[in-house]
């Protein structure tokens, strides 16, 4: 299993550019989540997913978009890039299975917008 | 609204020695609580997960603690070892639109020294 897979690692971006954040994974996991990590301040959720065709808005979800057509794959948009989302951007899949609950994270990808 | 504090930004300790590690959290009672580790460049990754009816968990030479009348766990790496230096982040289980989702701590950064 390759596990949680992200792409690209790394990216810059002009304000006001637009891109998509690739996220997949192999293990079947009906959870999927995408977080951004800033210096001092944790991770925070930005979007997650029950399963394909369902999703909802985290602790920080203005300016991005997602949608989930399929158990594999969460891709995070930017509509309109500003300098306040540059960060490092994770992508986890996860389940419960009775009273187990883990939760995987991918390698990340550090963007930069000017 | 939820906070979550760890005990410092940056932790040396002595290899050999045991590591406690501080999560305190306000506002919240939380059924779960999790802690990752994360080394530089990387994704966290899953150490242990307690329940609110759980007062101590161990995995190898990791233990957790869950009070949840101090609002508090603790994270204790026993015979610490140079290879256990890595940033450390709690995480708290809040019920969020179609399930739970975890709240992040900013982390511990340790420093095993040999």
């Known amino acids: 299993n390759a596990g949680v897979t992200q792409t690209p690692k790394f990216q810059v971006l002009k304000t006001g550019q637009s891109m998509t954040l690739q996220c997949a994974q192999d293990?079947?996991?009906?959870?999927m989540s995408w977080y951004r990590q800033d210096p001092g301040m944790g991770l925070r959720l930005i979007h997650y997913?029950?399963?394909?065709?369902?999703?909802d808005q985290g602790e920080v979800p203005n300016g991005y978009n997602v949608s989930r057509s399929t158990t594999e794959d969460f891709p995070l948009r930017l509509l309109s890039a500003a300098p306040s989302q540059t960060s490092v951007y994770f992508c986890?899949?996860?389940?419960?299975?009775?009273?187990?609950?883990?939760?995987?994270f991918g390698p990340g990808t550090r963007l930069t917008v000017t | 609204s939820q906070k979550i504090e760890q005990n410092s930004e940056a932790l040396n300790i002595q290899e050999g020695k045991t590591a406690t590690l501080t999560c305190n959290y306000t506002?919240?009672?939380?059924?779960?609580l999790q802690w990752y580790r994360q080394d530089p460049g990387r994704g966290p990754v899953f150490l242990l997960l307690?329940?609110?009816?759980?007062k101590e968990k161990r995995k190898e030479r990791l233990k957790v603690t869950f009070d949840t009348t101090l609002k508090q766990s603790l994270f204790h790496i026993t015979a610490s070892q140079p290879a256990d230096s890595a940033t450390y982040l709690c995480?708290?289980?809040?019920?969020?639109?179609?399930?739970?989702?975890?709240?992040f701590g900013p982390g511990t950064r340790l420093s095993v020294l040999p």
């Open positions: 986890a899949s996860s389940y419960w299975e009775g009273l187990r609950y883990e939760q995987y």
């Open positions: 293990m079947n996991h009906e959870y």
């Open positions: 997913s029950v399963g394909a065709g369902i999703t």
């Open positions: 506002n919240y009672s939380p059924a779960y």
């Open positions: 307690i329940r609110e009816n759980e």
């Open positions: 995480a708290l289980d809040i019920p969020r639109g179609y399930g739970q989702n975890f709240v």
